[in-house]
């Protein structure tokens, strides 16, 4: 396979290099939750029903002192009216009806919004990813774009369903037992008041820290899913040179950084929550001690007193709930800002305004004019210079030459995965730039080396190439690839599961699966990427003999490094360093003395050459 491209070079590097890692700014606070926020008000009964749910239980929970306060200097004082009493009792139980109800609303809304709204998002994501030329993902790790469509919308559905719930059931528990206390004795509640600005320092000081550490924590849990995925993808690689003891060490190694990290951040939350409770629960005592002496003194009832001390814990608790919150809100926003950077990402590859239609019917003409190429992630070094082709409809044409040549680099021109930086690629006479992406591809059909199959059966792996064919259709497709023998053969026929990259079947049979996918994709024009050059010699005549089929009344460009399979090209099309040096026949340039000439004499041998 072509090395100037870089996305063929970097399997191979996998498993010894660090995952590759995307990093957006770090957040700076929970703004990136507006983005939740704003997915969450496409359900507006969800959130007026949530948001009434967790009125109740926060007005339920704070009436509960209340009715303490009746009891207490109604019931315990001399002369108190037993049917009074029954009443506050009874109210209070009906108090706690509401409390139970409202709870379970809250936690059914809630929750329900945490899943829909994660839901949406991973759809979201996914629709963008899908929108985003092959050079994003050379240039950004799947591995880590996984981790992030895993770990972070786990994070945030945890915030949704469980932080944000308990965070405005606080907010709502702090403000409203703060009225309530102005209400009981607010001489004593103005200096609690007093001490809110001490309560926000800290966050203050400790929240900046935290919410970079929270980011920092969340990249290495997805350096973790990342690594996991690589190497258990590549595991027979990593038996086979007897790795393991290396692939233990360097996962024990991002654990542990992703341990250190976390514990860092641990260390700060601890640190702001003991300050904050110290803060709030000192002032609350102090709130408390006053009382106790205007009780002794006869200015504040015991009812009150009793009112007052369980309102100012439920505040003190409120406020002690708000402090580890917020590290959890933090790092759902760092998490939030993690996908909303993939939402955000523009194709670099997209259609025009107003696209061109390419020609109807299709011609199978394409053409290469002065075109100079080079990857985003290797510009110093030219993938194609001054390159220009042009290829007749019905044409078969193979491309050859040393790796790094640029063969590759056509075919990822042709089907507009980049845009060349000078020159011109036209289909049917159309510039690529001009036309839809997606009509461009339509009208071409792709047969890789390895026959990339997706985890699913084989009916579905095989109408990849065309979605609505039929049965019939697909077997007359599998017929004509060498490939209905074994699918016949398989256990529930088309409806057998493939495996993981189809792993059921051999190289082979994955081959001619791919062929008979892009047979049923009955394009004009075929582009086939040493797709025999990994078979065995029965596997590869049985592919051979499909593709013959195949590149029949179709324009054909084979990439090989195997001569003996493009001698019967209309035209062989040499390059070197991303230049064609000679092009002709295979026995004009077999004696011409050139590149091909050697690279023939290096495959056949002097007399063969020939």
Known sequence: ???SNPGETA?????SQPVDEVRPPKARSIRPLVMIWRQALNYPGRVVLALIALSITAAATLAIPAYFKLIIDEGFSSGGDLDQIERAFQLMMTVVVVLAAGTAMRFYFVSWLGER?????????????LRL???FYEENSPKEISSRMTSDTTLIEQVVGTTVSVALRNILMAVGGTIYLFYLVPQLTVWMVLIIPAVVIPIAVFGRRLRNVSRTSQDRVADIGAMVTEVLGAMKIVQAFNQEARERARFRDAVEQSFATARRRIIIRAAMTAIIILIVFGAIVMLMWRGAVGVASGEISGGTIAALVITAGLVAGAFGALTE???DLLRGAGAASRLAELLQEEPAIAAPARPEALPVPPRGSLSFRNVSFRYPTRLESPALRDFTLEIQPGETVAIVGPSGAGKSTIFQLAERFYDPQAGTVRLDGVPLTSADPAEIRRRIALVPQEGVLFSANARDNLRYGNWDATDEQIWEAARAANAEAFLRDLPQGLDTFLGENGTQLSGGQRQRVAIARAILRDAPILLLDEATSALDAESEQLVQQALDRLMKDRTTLVIAH???TVRAADRIVVMDEGRIVEQGSHGVLAAGGGLYS???????????AA
């Not at 399997?11 to 498993?15: E, G």
């Not at 709204?117 to 990813?129: F, K």
């Open 117 to 129: 709204v994660v839901a949406d998002i991973r759809e979201r994501v996914q629709d963008n990813l």
């Open 562 to 564: 195997r001569l003996a």
């Open 598 to 608: 050697r690279l023939a004499k290096l495959q056949f041998g002097a007399t063969q």
């Open 133 to 135: 030329a092959p050079g």
């Open 11 to 15: 399997d191979s590097d996998d498993i």
């Open 325 to 327: 919150v917020y590290g």
């Open 1 to 3: 396979m072509d090395a």
